[in-house]
Nanobody
Framework: QVQLVESGGGLVQAGGSLRLSCAAS????????MGWFRQTPGKEREFVAA????????AYADSVKGRFTISRDNAKNTVNLQMNSLKPEDTAVYYC???????????????????WGQGTQVTVSS
């Protein structure tokens, strides 16, 4: 079983940047596909970005493409989300997710992931 802990959220002005990190314990992330999702009150959890376990493939939601970058460091057991040019509509709780797989795939649906962090709040003011 893998435990995930997100960090790096906070309050930032529109146009600013934040870097979210997801640290894993319990197991190495080297054979886990990873993803970031976000959720606002009353809405479904929304896909943001995903990366395959080899880092060979990445995927982004259209709403963040060109502004967000997902990366991973399997040696440090972390996955990061660099968020630039933030907009008020990026305000949400951001969740890290992991799914053990040896397929070199990116997973973009929440129900494809078995492991989730507790979330970190990102608030972008206008």
């Amino acid at each position: 079983q893998v435990q995930l802990v997100e960090s790096g959220g906070g309050l930032v002005q529109a146009g600013g940047s934040l870097r979210l990190s997801c640290a894993a314990s319990g197991r190495t992330l080297s054979t886990y596909a990873m993803g970031w999702f976000r959720q606002t009150p009353g809405k479904e959890r929304e896909f943001v970005a995903a990366i395959s376990w080899t880092s060979s493939s990445v995927a982004y939601a259209d709403s963040v493409k060109g502004r967000f970058t997902i990366s991973r460091d399997n040696a440090k057991n972390t996955v990061n989300l660099q968020m630039n040019s933030l907009k008020p509509e990026d305000t949400a709780v951001y969740y890290c997710a992991a799914e053990r797989t040896r397929r070199m795939v990116v997973l973009t649906r929440a129900n494809e992931y078995d492991y989730w962090g507790q979330g970190t709040q990102v608030t972008v003011s206008s």
